[in-house]
């Protein structure tokens, strides 16, 4: 067997653990994030240190990093001031629409429109969610947990999920993964499709006894 290479995080510094992580815990995804300022103007950004982390009560969570000089994040901010925000799930067709909305573009900028996109407005929130986004997760803000002075994490409160026709099962509450086409971020500038999807039901014990 190949042996490991053991990296002590406590003589690394933030860049090396950073770059350790997003290339180990793989593959994330992406919470395309939009909010509105508190003056009402739209704004939407990819986080990847995100995931669902409970269902009951339906809670996910998003990783924010300040800027170099310590100032929020427009995400941030705007979910400071307004406690609301809509994680929309991006799908393979909506990758590059995703990295524009990644541009550092000034607070006054409406990413949707610089990405050709178009809003929609929120049905339990103010704040819109993106039109061609196959997933939208209306939340309202449950907690802010500080890390240290330069992240915040930010738990919210799923208060309802639109998702598109083609995709669901509404009896079933069943959603099509293969149409859904959602991608995920690898370390560097990686990304992954889900196209190679594929099935592998849980054992029992009785089911893990017989494959032996
Ligand atoms: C796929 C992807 C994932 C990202 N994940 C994060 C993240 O988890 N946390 C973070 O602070 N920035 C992340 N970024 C960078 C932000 O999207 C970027 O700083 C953006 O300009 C922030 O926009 P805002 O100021 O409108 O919130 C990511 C960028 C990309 C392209």
């Known amino acids: 067997m190949t042996p490991h290479r053991l990296f002590d995080f406590s003589q690394l510094n933030a860049r090396e653990r950073y770059k350790l992580l997003i290339g180990t815990v793989v593959p994330r995804p992406i919470a395309w994030v939009t909010t509105l300022s508190p003056e009402g103007r739209v704004n939407a ?39 609301e925000f809509t994680v929309n799930i991006v799908d393979f067709a909506n990758v590059e629409a995703m990295n524009i909305c990644a541009v550092p573009f000034p607070p006054e900028v409406d990413e949707l429109e610089m990405a050709g996109l178009h809003a929609i407005p929120g049905e339990k929130v103010r704040c819109p969610r993106i039109a061609e ?7 309202r803000r449950h907690l802010t947990l500080e890390l240290g002075r330069s992240r915040e994490i930010i738990l919210g409160l799923v208060l309802a999920v639109h998702i598109r026709e083609d995709i ?28 190679d999807y594929f099935d592998m039901p849980s054992l029992s014990v009785e089911q893990w006894r017989k494959m032996r």
């Open 168 to 195: 669901v099962d509404a009896e079933r509450f069943y959603v099509d993964q293969q149409g859904l086409d959602a991608v995920g971020r690898m370390g560097g500038h990686g990304y992954a499709s889900t196209r």
């Open 133 to 139: 986004a196959p997933v939208a997760l209306e939340c």
């Open 45 to 83: 950004a990819p986080y990847s240190f995100f995931n669902c982390l409970s269902a009951d009560p339906p809670i996910l969570a998003l990783g924010v990093e300040n800027h170099d000089d310590m100032s929020f994040k427009d995400t941030a901010h705007n979910i400071r001031m307004t406690e």
